[in-house]
């Protein structure tokens, strides 16, 4: 991830307490709900590609969302003021998190052309909101003052319950895994930015990564594989025989975020400020946007 989109560590005074500080956060979303086929014969509504834009003459304007098809055409605004957008099982909602507005904080879910806004929570930090397979739930990341933990909401609205906790520690990013049994989150509670599963039955968690920070964990379609971003580059470690293998994405060393296609076929990322997709084993890859005028990032598919 560029320097500008890093996440940030800050150590609390006692030298245990672990903060996130999300600089500027992320990106884009949407979907088309039409029946025209792409090439792979898949619905075009489930092959766009959302992604934020801050623009460079502008940068304390709020980010915006857009939608793009994998070629970068048929770009499509969504949404301003709106960050760290997140597609629905059914492809027909997407949740996403307030930035940039005073007053518009929270997770809010809309439909994927940007209309039907719904508000599910206004506390400011809440964030990196993440839907269960079932449509019903939204896993987010809140921000309690002294470190992130792991929230639920109903995604119709409602009360608020916690679903991971730990005071001397942070937990962001989640994604659920498609079977719906397990959660996917990057944790300080091993000292370094790592990723870990949260088993949703027995309440454990697990450290599938060592050595090197690790970010952005995103379950691919077979529910097995999960894609993250380790020393600038993006790797795939089986979530229950965990041996990362990186993958090849070129220079700059800066990807973050990936995210799989709804086919596990390819792997959409961003890199040097510009989202850009790849073969699913890495190679492969091609700019989705090229935009001179945007910082673009934050990606999903």
């Keep these: 991830m560029p320097d500008l989109y890093r996440k940030s560590f800050i150590s609390g005074a006692d030298n245990e307490g672990v903060k996130f500080t999300l600089m500027i956060v992320l990106a884009g979303l949407?979907?088309?709900s039409t029946l025209s086929l792409t090439a792979?014969?898949?619905?075009?509504a489930q092959s766009r590609i959302v992604f934020r834009t801050v623009h460079l003459a502008a940068p304390k304007k709020p980010p915006q969302l857009y939608s793009v098809l994998p070629s970068g055409s048929a770009r499509r605004l969504l949404a301003r003021g709106a960050e760290q957008p997140a597609w629905s099982p059914d492809r027909k909602?997407?949740?996403?998190?307030?930035?940039?507005?005073?007053?518009q904080e929270g997770i809010w879910v809309m439909g994927t052309d940007?209309?039907?806004?719904?508000?599910l929570t206004r506390r400011p930090g809440d964030g990196d909101p993440t839907w269960s397979p079932d449509g019903r739930r939204i896993v987010y990341r809140r921000d309690d003052g002294n470190a992130f933990d792991l929230w639920v909401v109903p995604a119709a609205g409602g009360k608020t319950t916690p679903l991971l906790r730990t005071p001397r520690a942070s937990?962001?990013?989640p994604d659920w895994s498609p079977d719906g049994t397990r959660i996917a989150f990057e944790s300080t509670r091993s000292g370094e930015i790592q990723i870990w599963v949260l088993n949703l039955r027995t309440r454990r968690a697990r450290q599938i990564t060592r050595g090197n920070a690790s970010f952005s964990p995103d379950w691919a379609p077979d529910g097995r594989r999960i894609a993250y971003a380790t020393r600038g580059r993006i790797a795939v470690v089986d979530a229950d025989r965990p041996h990362p293998r990186l993958l090849p994405s070129g220079t700059p060393r800066s990807v973050d975020c990936p995210a799989w296609s709804p086919d596990g076929r390819q792997i959409v990322c961003q890199r040097g400020g510009q989202v850009l997709s790849m073969r699913a084993g890495g190679g492969d890859l091609r700019y989705v946007t090229r935009a001179a005028w945007g910082t673009n990032g934050d990606p999903d598919w």
């Design 114 to 119: 940007g209309t039907r806004k719904r508000r």
């Design 171 to 173: 937990e962001v990013s």
């Design 40 to 44: 792979a014969g898949a619905p075009a």
């Design 30 to 32: 949407a979907a088309a």
């Design 93 to 103: 909602r997407i949740a996403f998190a307030g930035g940039g507005i005073v007053g």
